[in-house]
């Protein structure tokens, strides 16, 4: 009996054609994988951490007591849905402790975990991988470390410093002289904490051990010191800066530095700052040559800004020191400037000031001065009318005469 039913089961599917998909399902069910590697377990224990951080999200849901109607009809259990927020559910994701073991993860995982939880700015996260860091002594990739140790010095939390620089010293021992015994990161925290003296001649000494390569990471964190001082700080503070960045310039020939804080001294709103920078520039000749070298760049910032004053300073310092052919560049963007607002009198003067000066401009600015003086639309409107009657032509859709 059980053969015949099985027959007539048989015959009843025979009969209706499955459909694919389903088919596909059937077959694909049975089909049961033994080899599990690393790769499996490893794409597990991420969904069960997200299981488990969906799972703080159950405590929300909120019952109501039962209501009575005023028709004397009996109680109904009534049960209203909690208000959607996302922030909220973000704020509960983001706050459940991360649960993953990296002992057994590559220095893959372990970076990518370090760097979201320091991006999210999950205190908790990156607390709890830096102690199985330091259980397991497990280090991560040179770029990821030095944003822990960044992130642990502008926290100011020199013991973790302290503890991440032993368990360095352990694993990759390496790694700590090539970067001078991580002096600059000290050096953050003694910023951060107010010493910002000490913190100064700490970052010489970092300055004077580093290699290539931590100079890059030195110059950086130095970028953020200067950008610190000026404006926001004491003017004591900005003279030890200042100080610095001319002991890189005489005594390790570097032009960074003095470069940079000249750059943001110079464009400063403050009259102190502009002062400061104006005495740099007749002190020291190497960094009047690198400031040469930055003039375009200097241009196109301030245009972006539409701030033509620190170029006229800027103009005449380098007049002040015989520099005429660097002002070139000035005088090319101050042209355009005035010619795109239409300022007849103000292209003039400045055409008058490069004949003086024996500083040539383009042919292209006295034609452009010439069609300001006629009234023309001028040459940048004749491109764009151009191109416009170009892109209409190609939109226009051919025509065929068909002939039976």
């Known amino acids: 009996m059980a053969l015949f039913a099985l027959q007539s089961r048989s015959a009843?599917?025979?009969?209706?054609?499955?459909?694919?998909?389903?088919?596909?399902?059937?077959?694909?069910?049975?089909?049961?994988?033994?080899?599990?590697?690393?790769?499996?377990?490893?794409?597990?224990?991420?969904?069960?951490?997200?299981?488990?951080?969906?799972?703080?999200?159950?405590?929300?849901?909120k019952t109501v007591p039962l209501?009575?109607?005023?028709?004397?009809?009996?109680?109904?259990?009534?049960?209203?849905?909690?208000?959607?927020?996302?922030?909220?559910?973000?704020?509960?994701?983001?706050?459940?402790?991360?649960?993953?073991?990296?002992?057994?993860?590559?220095?893959?995982?372990?970076?990518?975990?370090?760097?979201?939880?320091?991006r999210e700015e999950n205190e908790r996260d990156v607390q709890l991988l830096f102690e199985q860091m330091i259980d397991y002594k497990k280090l991560p990739s040179g770029k990821v470390l030095n944003m822990l140790l960044a992130h642990f010095a502008d926290a100011s939390n020199r013991e973790q410093l302290d503890k991440l620089e032993k368990l360095c010293g352990e694993v990759d021992p390496k790694f700590v002289t090539d970067n001078c015994s991580l002096l600059?990161?000290?050096?953050?925290?003694?910023w951060r904490n107010g010493n910002s003296f000490n913190s100064l001649e700490m970052f010489k000494k970092a300055l004077a051990e580093c290699t290539s390569e931590s100079k890059a990471v030195i110059d950086r964190l130095l970028v953020k010191i200067v950008d610190e001082t000026i404006g926001k700080k004491s003017e004591a503070v900005l003279l030890a800066v200042i100080e610095m960045g001319e002991f890189c310039l005489n005594?390790?020939?570097?032009?960074?530095?003095?470069?940079?804080?000249?750059?943001r001294s110079f464009l400063s709103q403050w009259f102190s700052d502009q002062e400061a920078a104006r005495k740099l520039f007749d002190k020291h000749e190497r960094l009047r040559l690198e400031i040469a070298k930055r003039v375009n760049n200097l241009c196109f910032s301030c245009m972006q800004e539409f701030n033509t004053e620190p170029l006229y300073r800027l103009t005449e310092?380098?007049?002040?020191?015989?520099?005429?052919?660097?002002?070139?560049p000035i005088l090319i963007s101050l042209f355009e400037y005035e010619y795109w607002r239409r300022n007849l009198r103000a292209c003039s003067e400045i055409m008058q000031n490069s004949i003086d000066l024996d500083i040539p401009l383009p042919e292209a600015c006295n034609q452009k001065l010439l069609d300001l003086l006629l009234g023309r639309p001028g040459s940048l409107a004749k491109p764009a009318a151009e191109s416009a009657a170009k892109r209409k032509q190609k939109l226009q859709a051919k025509k065929y005469e068909l002939k039976f």
């Open 184 to 190: 600059h990161y000290k050096a953050v925290t003694l």
């Open 317 to 328: 310092l380098f007049l002040k020191h015989n520099m005429s052919t660097q002002c070139r």
């Open 67 to 118: 209501v009575k109607s005023d028709d004397g009809l009996a109680s109904i259990n009534v049960q209203k849905r909690a208000p959607f927020r996302l922030t909220q559910i973000f704020d509960d994701l983001t706050s459940n402790p991360i649960v993953i073991n990296i002992e057994p993860l590559e220095q893959t995982h372990i970076d990518n975990l370090i760097e979201t939880a320091i």
């Open 12 to 61: 009843a599917f025979r009969g209706a054609p499955l459909p694919s998909i389903w088919l596909l399902n059937l077959l694909t069910g049975h089909r049961k994988s033994t080899n599990v590697d690393a790769i499996d377990s490893f794409i597990s224990e991420l969904m069960e951490n997200k299981a488990l951080k969906w799972k703080v999200l159950n405590h929300k849901q």
């Open 251 to 263: 005594e390790l020939k570097d032009e960074f530095l003095i470069g940079y804080v000249w750059e």
